[in-house]
């Protein structure tokens, strides 16, 4: 079987990308985490195992071995409290969770709402230990394996750059706003959440706008809300209520969510944004 080590690096790896970032989460070199992979494939292979893919956390286990490894060392890591393993979308890592407590090991890179999917993969197989999302709306907790625990909610807006012509004018309609600008891709947004929109886009269109045919940097609008703003302050909210808006969750599983180290993410999470509030006056936040 895998020691606690050798699953640490494989995980880590599957899930952080690179072995120097495996060497740093548990400060060792990377020859020597380089050494430990090729040992943790070899263990893999002679139980049966076969890696899919060298950075991809699904591993070909029809006996389910590594979910039963996986499972034991996520409840070590817990008792042991080592420190949780988190992947955070866009603005709940670099609004809420930064600076990111000792021991807990935050993904490296901005992750928008388009990875949700990849973030409750990871939280399933229990790579990660707790998911904090962003979707268009409150994700169903009918999952079999996890639960959601709502942190906010806040309006979905039309943003644009603040050089557009629209990005100062009152009152606008559906018509203004699809006359004087293009729908563009937004990476804050996911799938789910686009598709409500582009029907938005559509509607727009259908009640006599028509689409700008030029697409400009200052032709161009996007969706998402007062996060992105604080992100990306070269946008600015039309003068426009859209009826959507976009929930923040956090995403366990239902044998951890009422552990004492997920019980203090979620407080520091409710703690952090609460204090967003007084730059987002529409932040809900549910008791």
Same mark, same amino acid.
């Given at each position: 079987?895998?020691?606690?080590?050798?699953?640490?690096?494989?995980?880590?790896?599957?899930?952080?990308?690179?072995?120097? !970032?495996?060497?740093?989460?548990?400060?060792?070199?990377?020859?020597?985490?380089?050494?430990?992979?090729?040992?943790?494939?070899?263990?893999?292979? #002679?139980?049966?195992?076969?890696?899919?893919?060298?950075?991809?956390?699904? %591993?070909?286990? =029809?006996?389910?071995?590594?979910?039963? /490894?996986?499972? %034991?060392?996520?409840?070590?890591?817990?008792?042991?409290?080592?420190?949780?393993? $988190?992947?955070?979308?866009?603005?709940?890592?670099?609004?809420?969770?930064?600076?990111?407590?000792?021991?807990?090991?935050?993904?490296? !890179?901005?992750?928008?709402?388009?990875?949700?999917?990849?973030?409750?993969?990871?939280?399933?197989?229990?790579?990660?230990?707790?998911?904090?999302?962003?979707?268009? #709306?409150?994700?169903? =907790?009918?999952?079999?394996? $996890?639960?959601?625990?709502? /942190?906010?909610?806040?309006?979905?807006? %039309?943003?644009?750059?603040?050089?557009?012509? /629209?990005?100062?004018?009152?009152? /606008?309609?559906?018509?203004? %706003?699809?006359?004087?600008?293009?729908?563009?891709?937004?990476?804050?947004?996911?799938?789910?959440?686009?598709?409500?929109?582009?029907?938005?886009?559509?509607?727009?269109?259908?009640?006599?706008?028509?689409?700008?045919?030029?697409?400009?940097? !200052?032709?161009?609008?996007?969706?998402?809300?007062?996060?992105?703003?604080?992100?990306?302050?070269?946008?600015?909210?039309?003068?426009?209520?859209?009826?959507?808006?976009?929930?923040?969750?956090?995403?366990?599983?239902?044998?951890?969510?009422?552990?004492?180290?997920?019980?203090?993410?979620?407080?520091?999470?409710?703690?952090?944004?609460?204090?967003?509030?007084?730059?987002?006056?529409?932040?809900?936040?549910?008791?």
């Amino acid at each position: 079987m895998l020691s606690i080590e050798e699953l640490a690096c494989l995980d880590l790896h599957a899930w952080l990308g690179t072995q120097q !970032a495996v060497a740093e989460q548990l400060v060792s070199s990377q020859s020597r985490i380089c050494r430990i992979a090729k040992r943790s494939c070899h263990r893999l292979n #002679e139980l049966g195992l076969t890696l899919t893919s060298r950075s991809h956390p699904v %591993i070909a286990d =029809d006996q389910g071995l590594l979910a039963q /490894l996986r499972t %034991i060392h996520q409840a070590l890591r817990f008792h042991q409290q080592r420190g949780l393993r $988190l992947q955070a979308t866009t603005w709940l890592r670099h609004l809420a969770l930064e600076p990111v407590p000792c021991n807990w090991v935050v993904n490296p !890179a901005p992750l928008h709402g388009s990875n949700n999917c990849a973030s409750l993969a990871l939280l399933e197989e229990r790579v990660i230990d707790a998911a904090p999302i962003t979707g268009p #709306e409150a994700v169903a =907790d009918e999952h079999p394996q $996890l639960c959601f625990m709502t /942190l906010s909610r806040k309006p979905l807006q %039309i943003l644009v750059h603040r050089q557009h012509c /629209l990005a100062r004018d009152k009152g /606008l309609t559906i018509g203004d %706003i699809a006359d004087n600008s293009t729908l563009t891709h937004s990476s804050f947004i996911n799938p789910g959440c686009r598709r409500i929109l582009e029907r938005m886009d559509a509607a727009m269109i259908a009640s006599g706008g028509r689409p700008c045919r030029r697409l400009e940097s !200052a032709a161009a609008r996007l969706y998402g809300n007062a996060m992105t703003c604080l992100l990306k302050p070269e946008l600015v909210a039309l003068d426009f209520e859209t009826p959507y808006t976009s929930a923040d969750v956090v995403a366990v599983h239902h044998d951890w969510s009422t552990h004492p180290a997920l019980r203090a993410l979620l407080t520091l999470l409710r703690e952090r944004l609460s204090l967003l509030r007084k730059r987002i006056p529409s932040l809900d936040l549910p008791s």
